[in-house]
């Protein structure tokens, strides 16, 4: 068996293999391995010891385990592009193929450190932050040895519009003074959470107890790092903690979010995979045979299993090709197919888990399975990162403006027609309020 056979590689399509390099090809083998054999299996555990007592919003000890052995494996900021020099060196194609697998499991890509707010804001300070910022913030988070947090949405702003943040940044001598409400940074209950990398205001005309209460998404609370609501009320910090200077956050953000976008994507893929296997499953248990037959007999339910495989390819499809767009061009000349995955994916997802979970009936709505676990992530993901209907106006608005152009070739058309009409004693038919009349 060649190395690009096996279950590992089984959905990626021929013309990304020919892409991955042999240390890719090892990365992707041992991401599948540790997802199959340390992850998957240890999910109930996980659950148990965070249920314990006390333990709440403390990281569970079966994490850092694990987290350990992931780092023993070099398995550790495999998402961080091969450009900057702290990276293992995979690019956003070879990582797509690694993220995939790690969906499998909720919980997975934080045992190999590639887990939102860490991937967005590691890349964040390796591009922007000064090698004196780099040793004290990113160094710690690359290493495993602390965790960190974004903070840009507010409640009283439409949050999806960044020029429109409200948080207030005021220089008072050799500090900054915050003021604002935040949501959706990570709780500092857990005591791992060391910093915070906060996008505010500083041209309007340490932290105390600023933690507010954490926010559930629907109904679940993502301990043990959660998503707090803040206030800062005469927060201050060093004027040395300033990223790249006044005025350059919307920079930073554009720059943080766009592989961050993705990576959400990327890993939905490998949870819909997650969810079909457990649909077959279903469908062939012989206890479960309504009317004698076993689900997977019923002919609508061979129509949905088959639709569901085809939509999950599809998706992987856009997926692939964002990734390798921003290894080819970049970032910014990715925009349109970034947009694309993150207006796709997340509602295929929806779609594809909500499907799996009616196969299951009563009991796929339960904790029998992570069916609805997968759902919530899913659903919580067309939000994420910037709602979904801005990305569908930045490619309709980018659309339109291909619209003159298509006017003059469609006039040039009929120019042709007409002259053509003439030669052959055609009658010439004029189709008036198509964009034809004045020709």
Request: charged content about 25%.
């Amino acid at each position: 068996m060649s190395n690009l056979e096996g279950p590992a590689f089984a959905h990626i399509p021929p013309w990304v293999k020919s892409k991955l390099r042999p240390v890719a090809v090892e990365k992707i083998q041992k991401v599948y391995d540790f997802v199959e054999t340390e992850c998957i299996p240890a999910e109930p555990i996980m659950k148990a010891q965070i249920a314990e007592v006390g333990k709440r919003w403390t990281t569970q000890p079966l994490m850092h385990e694990l987290r350990e052995k992931a780092k023993a494996l070099g398995l550790f900021n495999l998402f961080l592009p091969n450009h900057f020099k702290e990276s293992p060196g995979l690019t956003n194609l070879e990582y797509s193929c690694c993220a995939e697998l790690m969906g499998r499991v909720y919980w997975a890509q934080q045992t190999m450190n590639c887990h939102a707010p860490e991937t967005g804001n590691i890349e964040l300070l390796a591009k922007y932050c000064t090698p004196q910022q780099k040793k004290k913030w990113l160094q710690p988070l690359l290493d495993g040895k602390a965790s960190s947090a974004y903070s840009m949405t507010e409640p009283n702003v439409a949050s999806s519009d960044a020029t429109q943040i409200g948080c207030r940044i005021t220089r008072e001598g050799n500090e900054y003074v915050i003021n604002g409400r935040k949501l959706y940074g990570n709780c500092i209950w857990n005591s791992e959470s060391k910093f915070f990398i906060l996008m505010g205001c500083s041209d309007p005309g340490n932290p105390n107890k600023w933690a507010l209460r954490n926010l559930s998404i629907m109904g679940y609370d993502h301990a043990p790092e959660g998503h707090g609501e803040y206030i800062y009320k005469d927060v201050r910090i060093p004027v040395e903690n300033i990223i790249l200077g006044e005025g350059r956050a919307f920079e930073i953000a554009q720059g943080r979010l766009g592989p961050g976008r993705i990576h959400h994507c990327m890993r939905l893929i490998g949870q819909c995979e997650r969810a079909y296997e457990l649909a077959l499953i279903r469908c062939i248990d012989t206890r479960k045979t309504p009317r004698g037959k076993r689900i997977g007999n019923f002919d609508s339910n061979i129509e949905r299993i088959a639709q569901m495989r085809l939509e999950i390819d599809q998706a992987r499809l856009v997926v692939l090709n964002a990734a390798d767009t921003m290894d080819l061009h970049g970032n910014k000349a990715g925009r349109y197919a970034i947009a694309q995955s993150k207006i796709l994916v997340p509602m295929m997802a929806t779609r594809i888990i909500d499907e799996c979970m009616q196969l299951y009936g009563g009991q796929g709505l339960t904790q029998h399975t992570p069916l609805p676990e997968m759902w919530t992530y899913a659903r919580f993901v067309r939000i994420a990162d910037g709602p979904d209907s801005a990305h569908r106006h930045q490619v309709g608005r980018d659309q339109l403006k291909l619209a003159p152009g298509l006017v003059e070739r469609s006039r040039e058309y009929q120019r042709r027609y007409k002259k053509l009409a003439e030669e052959k004693g055609a009658e010439y038919v004029v189709f008036h309020g198509v964009g034809y009349d004045d020709i």
